[in-house]
């Protein structure tokens, strides 16, 4: 009796439009009144339902708890009931369980409803599965966690290269220590700078981005790249993805390829172009006059820059020639 008499007060033809637009809103929805015992639903809108294949009588007059499980924590609940007690809006993330038993992770956003005495009448509480997106973010934090420690592993071996073909080319001078050291702090800026770009959104054109990071990788110097490209600013979107790419592409060559080879030549070229409708930034990298070039039978590498360009949307294409390695990447703008 007392849940029919909560929902006659929860009276919709007050107001026939807010009540039409609660019902039919795809944001699940929940209305709960904390006057009658264990603070029952009152009202489930109908993407309440969809979201946790109950039916509306089966939910109604029962506590949110229905919706816990095995993995809802108690700091969530507790959080939950902190809100309720507290009569204050809030946001809670709770993981719950549909009526099949499969879980989601619900952003669950609740508050009090009060009446013209100021009193609390209801409480509200909106449901918004964001299991996909918290995946998304995990393999993203993941993601960026193997390039940093690939990366890492990877400036000893950059480095001692350099130290090599520094010492070779510039032996006899009394300089020696001042030249390897301008290098190597080059590098380490071009690592710096570029990965910091990105979170402060800076207006930057390919040309520098790709003079700055090939420029510090290339043991000696301007001499072992060419460029070639319009004038063209990277997309905030795009700026660490391309960053990273040209670090492990100038990486591989250090180690692998041109640019650990004296006579050894990278062409960079850059455009925009019109791919199947959709407005795209063309970037090749060709190298010349290196060591001879194999596909390598692992391909970390390789995997993290195909990573990196699939994430925004992009693709890249590898051809392993003989006479040095030939990378196209196709990005969207």
């Not at 390897?180 to 590098?187: C, I, Q």
Request: glycine share 6%.
């Amino acid at each position: 009796m007392n849940i029919l008499v909560s929902k006659a007060r929860w009276d919709f033809e007050n107001d026939k439009a807010i009540a039409e637009a609660v019902r039919q809103a795809r944001i699940p929805l929940c209305v709960s009144d904390p006057n009658i015992p264990d603070n029952p639903i009152v009202f489930a809108n109908d993407a309440f339902l969809s979201l946790t294949g109950y039916a509306r009588d089966e939910v109604i007059g029962t506590n949110c708890r229905i919706l816990q499980g095995e993995a809802t924590t108690p700091e969530s609940v507790n959080a939950v009931r902190r809100a309720i007690e507290a009569q204050q809006v809030e946001t809670v993330e709770i993981m719950n369980y549909r009526k099949d038993g499969s879980s989601f992770l619900n952003a669950l956003q609740l508050g009090p409803i009060l009446g013209d005495d100021g009193q609390v009448v209801y409480f509200f509480g909106s449901q918004l599965d964001i299991s996909e997106k918290r995946e998304a973010e995990e393999k993203a934090k993941a993601l960026a966690e193997a390039e940093l420690i690939h990366r890492l592993r990877n400036i000893v071996n950059v480095m001692a290269v350099v130290i090599e073909m520094t010492v070779a080319e510039e032996a006899g001078r009394a300089d020696l220590s001042t030249v390897l050291v301008e290098r190597l702090r080059a590098l380490s800026d071009a690592h710096l700078q570029t990965i910091g770009q990105a979170d402060k959104q800076a207006i930057v054109e390919v040309a520098e981005l790709v003079t700055t990071i090939v420029g510090a990788y290339a043991p000696k110097g301007p001499s072992q790249f060419n460029l070639q490209g319009d004038a063209i600013i990277i997309p905030p979107h795009l700026l660490s993805c391309v960053a990273l790419v040209l670090h492990e592409l100038a990486t591989n060559s250090v180690k692998h390829g041109a640019l650990g080879a004296c006579a050894g030549l990278v062409d960079i070229t850059w455009q925009t172009a019109s791919d199947d409708g959709e407005d795209c930034l063309l970037m090749n990298w060709h190298e010349k006059n290196g060591p001879s070039v194999v596909k390598p039978a692992q391909q970390s590498g390789s995997q993290i820059i195909n990573d990196l360009i699939e994430a925004v949307g992009g693709t890249l294409d590898l051809e392993w020639n003989k006479d040095g390695l030939i990378a196209r990447a196709v990005l969207p703008i």
